[in-house]
């Protein structure tokens, strides 16, 4: 739980209560990720878990999937297809495969071990990747292709891919959808991901002729709004954006107040005049208004003309608090729909909640795991035990290691790649990216003891890069000087040319 807000969380949570009945919870519960957590309350069980599909079908299947590069192109020449040819036998992820095909010259079977493949428009049969072969259980081929025949605009092309054995005996199909926008009319920017890496790239000029796009790793803090302001409007050499973006990040995530607007209109056009000038990224926050349309309306038009919007954050937490499960899709549909050029992240608290639902609202997934200086086996805060079915510890099935944060990256590749990443290739996608929110803050009184170390920051950084992490939002600024010490030290490695490049 993110404690600088408690309070406010604490009335959203009595206002959501209805809402988090929709669980499993009695009555009169109140629930972290799913559980009871208050010592008066006693223990069920939640449900809500992902687990593993068992691997039940006799014979193995051929998932055969196929998805664009990038979520969309722009006034690009050529695009690319990644090709995904696993071996599965989880059923209803893939087709019949048998192992052998014959050839011309012979009359006994050898090894299926490579397949033919090509990927047309199938409404106007334009061959786009001309019969190739790739080899069985191969993932991540890319193939180049010519955009010349599609015509921008909003509504995505259906693409097709054909599988076949040498001896066109047994043949596989699956389709996916490719976006290419037309140029904005009213934006500043454009951010696309990089589903193969999971990076992002950014565009400052996407109205332009000659679109030039730049790879970006976001490296920075949730920011207190009310440090922004006074940064803002009385800076100094040490106390202003000039300062924040020259100490190592190139973005900024303001955190908004309860209201809505959640933000000072005026304020806010001065504050993104000036990130524009800084070319200082901006993270627009919405966690206590993502739920209702007509204020992400409001509030996001304004935003559009930018050079420094990057992409949007709906809900906080959405899992710890118990959202209704529909909420983040709905938001999501609903920002695609008025703003297709940049990306709509949001952040999960929870080990093992709900997965499929919440993240199905998200092309970015900011984890908070925040182990260091945490009792995660008696909550500090309720006085309760801690395990898979009760209590709340601050760090949802956590075991107080830097390891939890490596591991809960690793817990997300792993439900993506059961809830069956096919059935996101579908849908235009490959997997979604995996950002980390590391600990740099402390509440007295709360779930944590004290402040992280220098070392303890460059641990959790360190680890959540080294398990896939593309971007790096700490909870929050301001910090301790030492973690800002060495939080920009980092920083200032990271938003280089090089690891974005990487
Ligand atoms: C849960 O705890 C609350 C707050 O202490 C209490 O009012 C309520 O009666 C408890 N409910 C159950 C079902 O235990
Ligand atoms: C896997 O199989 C076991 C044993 O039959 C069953 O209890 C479990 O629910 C299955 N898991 C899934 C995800 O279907
Ligand atoms: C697009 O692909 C064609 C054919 O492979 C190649 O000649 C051309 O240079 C590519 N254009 C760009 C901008 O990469
Ligand atoms: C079949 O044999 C011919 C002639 O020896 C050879 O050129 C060809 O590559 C062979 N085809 C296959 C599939 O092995
Ligand atoms: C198919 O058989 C060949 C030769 O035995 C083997 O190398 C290959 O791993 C098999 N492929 C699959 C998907 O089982
Ligand atoms: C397919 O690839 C996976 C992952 O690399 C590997 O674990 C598995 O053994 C391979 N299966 C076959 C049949 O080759
Ligand atoms: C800069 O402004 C901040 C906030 O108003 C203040 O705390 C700090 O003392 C000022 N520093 C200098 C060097 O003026
Ligand atoms: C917004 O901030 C400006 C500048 O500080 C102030 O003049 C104005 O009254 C504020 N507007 C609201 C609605 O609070
Ligand atoms: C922001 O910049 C625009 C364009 O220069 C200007 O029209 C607008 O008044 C500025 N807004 C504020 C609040 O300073
Ligand atoms: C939704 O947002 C609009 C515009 O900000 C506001 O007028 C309305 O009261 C909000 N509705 C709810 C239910 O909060
Ligand atoms: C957590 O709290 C319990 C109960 O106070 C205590 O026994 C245990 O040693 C604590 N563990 C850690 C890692 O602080
Ligand atoms: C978790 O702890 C509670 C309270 O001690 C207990 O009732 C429950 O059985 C435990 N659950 C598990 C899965 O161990």
Same mark, same amino acid.
Not at 382 to 391: E, K, L, R, S, V
């Given at each position: 739980m993110k404690s600088p807000y408690k309070l406010l969380g604490a009335i959203f949570t009595l206002a959501t209560h209805d809402v988090a009945s929709a669980f499993n919870n009695p009555p009169g519960v109140d629930i972290w990720c799913g559980k009871a957590y208050r010592a008066t309350n006693a223990s069920f069980n939640p449900d809500g878990w992902l687990f593993e599909p068992n691997a039940t079908s006799p014979s193995p299947l051929l998932d055969l999937r196929v998805y664009p590069r990038m979520n969309y192109y722009l006034n690009d020449q050529n695009g690319s297809f990644i090709v995904d040819a696993p071996i599965s036998y989880i059923p209803g992820q893939g087709q019949k495969f048998s192992n052998k095909t014959f050839n011309a010259n012979s009359s006994t079977p050898t090894a299926f071990t490579t397949l033919q493949i090509e990927i047309t428009n199938p409404v106007t049969g334009e061959v786009l990747v001309p019969w190739t072969e790739i080899p069985i259980n191969s993932t991540d081929n890319e193939f180049s292709f010519s955009l010349s025949s599609f015509t921008p605009r909003l509504d995505p092309y259906n693409i097709q891919i054909f599988g076949a054995s040498p001896d066109a005996v047994q043949t596989f199909q699956s389709s996916t959808l490719l976006t290419v926008l037309p140029k904005p009319q009213n934006s500043g920017s454009a951010v696309r991901i990089d589903q193969l890496y999971g990076g992002l790239q950014v565009a400052t000029n996407p109205s332009e002729d000659s679109i030039s796009w730049k790879p970006f790793f976001p490296f920075s803090f949730y920011t207190n709004w009310d440090w922004i302001t006074t940064a803002l409007l009385s800076p100094n050499s040490t106390f202003s954006l000039d300062a924040f973006k020259a100490s190592g990040y190139n973005m900024i995530h303001p955190i908004p107040g309860g209201g809505d607007p959640p933000f000072n209109a005026t304020l806010f056009q001065l504050f993104l005049n000036k990130t524009d000038s800084l070319n200082l990224f901006v993270m627009y926050d919405m966690r206590w208004t993502y739920q209702n349309l007509t204020s992400i309306t409001t509030q996001i038009l304004p935003l559009l003309p930018h050079p420094s919007l990057l992409l949007y954050y709906t809900g906080d937490e959405p899992d710890g608090q118990g959202d209704p499960l529909s909420a983040p899709l709905t938001s999501y549909t609903h920002l695609k729909q008025l703003d297709p050029y940049h990306p709509t992240s949001l952040c999960l608290n929870c080990a093992n909640f709900h997965f499929d639902a919440y993240s199905a609202g998200a092309d970015i997934l900011l984890s908070d795991v925040y182990?260091? /200086?945490?009792?995660? #086996?008696? +909550?500090? $805060?309720?006085?309760?035990?801690?395990? *898979?079915?009760?209590?709340?510890?601050?760090?949802?099935?956590?075991?107080?290691?830097?390891?939890?944060?490596?591991?809960?990256?690793?817990?997300?590749?792993?439900?993506?790649?059961?809830?069956?990443?096919?059935?996101?290739?579908?849908?235009?996608?490959?997997?979604?990216?995996?950002?980390?929110?590391?600990?740099?803050?402390?509440?007295?009184?709360?779930?944590? /003891?004290?402040?992280? #170390?220098? +070392?303890? $920051?460059?641990?959790?950084?360190?680890? *959540?890069l080294n398990h896939g992490a593309t971007g790096v939002v700490a909870w929050a600024w301001p910090t301790a000087a030492e973690v800002a010490g060495v939080m920009g030290a980092l920083g200032r490695v990271v938003v280089g040319e090089t690891v974005p490049g990487f």
């Open positions: 182990p260091t /200086a945490l009792n995660a #086996t008696f +909550s500090r $805060v309720y006085h309760t035990p801690c395990n *898979a079915t009760y209590g709340d510890c601050g760090c949802d099935d956590c075991d107080g290691a830097l390891a939890d944060i490596a591991a809960r990256l690793d817990a997300w590749a792993s439900f993506q790649r059961w809830l069956g990443l096919g059935r996101q290739s579908a849908r235009g996608r490959g997997a979604k990216s995996r950002w980390t929110v590391p600990q740099a803050f402390w509440d007295a009184g709360g779930f944590w /003891a004290r402040y992280p #170390t220098q +070392s303890e $920051v460059v641990g959790m950084v360190l680890a *959540a």
